[in-house]
């Protein structure tokens, strides 16, 4: 085991209700504290609670799964030492909003992801998202930044290793 998650508030299609995913989200951070693992956090609309939350519950390391929030809510997340990770709406067309968050976000706080079976990237949008289309994630995320894209796959692999492995992590 690496990380507890994925875990967190989801606002949008809200199938819990809020009171009952806060609950459990608060166990989860305790719980990936307790393991010292990092927490794998799901946040659909509820920036200002799951931020409040990770707060008052000292969460340990942050990885936030398929980052969808506003450019603002990036740097100060980032500037926490949160990761965020960004998945195939990075190549939407209209995400020109999360384009700019990811342009926000240094370099060493930054992880990419599928979300499979969901949003695939473009030029694979419509289809069963899998995780050979994260090197178009990848490459946008290179345009968007500047870096080569075999750079950014280095900086990338390092940031995995380091979040989710530590320094016990030895590549043989």
Not at 31 to 56: F, Q, S, T
Not at 99 to 107: S, T
Request: hydrophobic share 50%; glycine share 6%; charged share 25%.
């Amino acid at each position: 085991m690496v990380a507890v998650g994925e875990t967190g508030l989801d606002y949008v299609h809200e199938r819990a209700p809020r009171a009952v995913q806060a609950d459990a989200f608060r166990a989860h951070v305790r719980l990936a504290r307790a393991a010292g693992l990092p927490l794998v956090v799901h946040n659909r609309e509820a920036h200002d609670d799951v931020e409040r939350i990770l707060r008052e519950e000292g969460a340990p390391s942050v990885v936030m799964h398929c980052f969808s929030g506003p450019p603002e809510i990036a740097t100060r997340w980032a500037a926490m030492g949160w990761m965020l990770s960004f998945a195939g709406p990075l190549t939407f067309a209209r995400a020109d909003a999360l384009r700019e968050a990811a342009r926000r976000v240094p370099a060493d706080r930054l992880l990419i992801e599928t979300d499979a079976p969901y949003l695939a990237p473009a030029p694979m949008r419509g289809r069963r998202c899998e995780p050979a289309f994260l090197v178009h994630t990848g490459r946008a995320l290179a345009a968007l930044t500047g870096v080569a894209e075999d750079a950014l796959a280095r900086v990338l692999a390092e940031n995995g290793k380091r979040v989710f492995f530590g320094p016990r992590f030895v590549v043989r």
